[in-house]
């Protein structure tokens, strides 16, 4: 299981305020020290641990002096670096979405990703994009064989284009909608 994600963030007392007023987690422990303890660098933190409902937690670190991060070189990285946080229901996800609405925020989705249906905000805080999801198959994450064939794909088509010259997102585009083609083609014989 997840024990803990940890992050850091310019301001501790807004990132509890966010998660348990707006998110419903738990603040359930706080750590301050003036050297970390597993590499001995010299400097001071507050270290806020907030708990999810299967227990594991979200965590993040508040250390002064430390200047802004910097942005990402590729609007991809704001995109892919996610936390998804899961509910019940779509109903769940949904009710979410008006929530978040309600405190302001801008939220995406809904999206039926047709294994999991989600809605995507940013903690205004921190800038960290969250996703509140649930599952709509229940092998949504088991199933290892389609995972591995799916690599296999993956990991051929770069080969290919480092082989013929081509550009990799040109060969990976040509894959990804082959196996959409194929996709689509069972689901139809299937019905």
């Not at 020290?33 to 641990?49: A, K, M, R």
């Not at 200047?67 to 946080?85: G, K, N, Q």
């Not at 229901?89 to 939220?107: C, I, K, M, N, P």
Request: glycine residues 4%.
């Amino acid at each position: 299981m997840l024990n803990h994600l940890a992050y850091v963030t310019p301001d501790a007392a807004a990132t509890v305020n966010f998660y348990t007023r707006v998110l419903g987690l738990q603040f359930v422990l706080a750590v301050m020290d003036d050297t970390v303890p597993s590499t001995g660098e010299p400097f001071p933190y507050f270290h806020i641990f907030l708990r999810l409902g299967d227990g594991s937690n979200i965590a993040f670190f508040e250390a002064p002096g430390l200047p802004p991060r910097a942005r990402t070189p590729h609007p991809a990285y704001e995109i892919f670096d996610h936390l998804a946080l899961q509910v019940d229901s779509t109903e769940d996800v949904d009710a979410w979405h008006r929530r978040l609405v309600e405190e302001g925020l801008e939220v995406v989705g809904p999206v039926d990703h047709k294994v999991i249906y989600s809605i995507y905000f940013r903690d205004p805080v921190n800038d960290i994009r969250l996703e509140i999801t649930t599952p709509t198959a229940s092998d949504w994450n088991d199933r290892p064989d389609e995972a591995e064939a799916a690599l296999a794909d993956w990991t051929a088509a770069k080969q290919r284009a480092r082989d013929t010259g081509t550009a990799d997102a040109d060969e990976l585009t040509r894959v990804i909608r082959a196996r959409q083609n194929t996709q689509t083609t069972v689901t139809e014989e299937v019905l």
